[in-house]
């Protein structure tokens, strides 16, 4: 029985730290932009991909950002509800379900990188903007890319596996 709470506590390990990992790495991205960049200045990289600090006060593609404070405190709160429930349903796996882990951690380790932004500043640092020409694709981050890469993995597992509920 303590080789399976070993065994247990070491996927967890894994699966936590890999949220932690790109909570990090959201993070350091997010300050070395912010220190390097002015608001809106640009670093442009080629025709189509550049780096411009930006700052979302509102959810994804900048719903609400302009409803006068309030969206703070309830995107905060909704995503504190969806950590929690992410880190009990990876607690709750089986260790079979690898895929979903990696995915759940993902979107773990996003959705902590951007409440920790909301609650610290009041915002979302956002920087990278991709366009073609004058049409550009909202500015995101490493947390968002994170969010989208476990929700597309979670979408194929359904997918891979259409039996499981």
Same mark, same amino acid.
């Given at each position: ?13 894994? /699966? ?6 790109? @909570?990090?790495?959201? +993070? &350091?991205?997010? +300050? ?14 080629? #025709? ?14 900048? @719903? ?5 404070? /309030?969206?703070?405190? =309830? =995107? ?8 929690? =429930?992410?880190?009990? /349903? ?8 690898? /895929?979903?882990?990696? !995915? ?40 968002? #890319?994170?969010?989208? @890469?476990? !929700? ?5 597992? &359904? ?7």
């Amino acid at each position: 029985m303590e080789n399976e709470s070993d065994n247990k506590i070491a996927r967890l390990f894994l /699966w936590y730290g890999l949220a932690f990992v790109v @909570l990090l790495i959201d +993070q &350091v991205t997010k +300050q070395w932009i912010s220190a390097t960049l002015s608001y809106g200045s640009k670093m442009v990289f080629t #025709s189509f991909f550049e780096f411009t600090l930006l700052h979302n006060t509102g959810a994804a593609f900048s @719903l609400l950002s302009d409803a006068g404070g /309030w969206q703070r405190y =309830f =995107f905060g709160i909704i995503a504190s509800a969806i950590s929690v =429930f992410l880190i009990v /349903w990876i607690w709750r796996l089986p260790k079979e379900e690898r /895929w979903l882990a990696c !995915a759940l951690s993902l979107i773990l380790g996003g959705a902590v990188g951007n409440l920790y932004d909301r609650l610290l500043y009041g915002y979302v640092i956002d920087f990278i903007a991709v366009h073609y020409k004058q049409f550009y694709f909202p500015a995101f981050n490493v947390a968002d #890319s994170s969010i989208c @890469l476990g !929700a597309f993995m979670m979408i194929v597992d &359904v997918f891979r596996n259409p039996h499981k509920r």
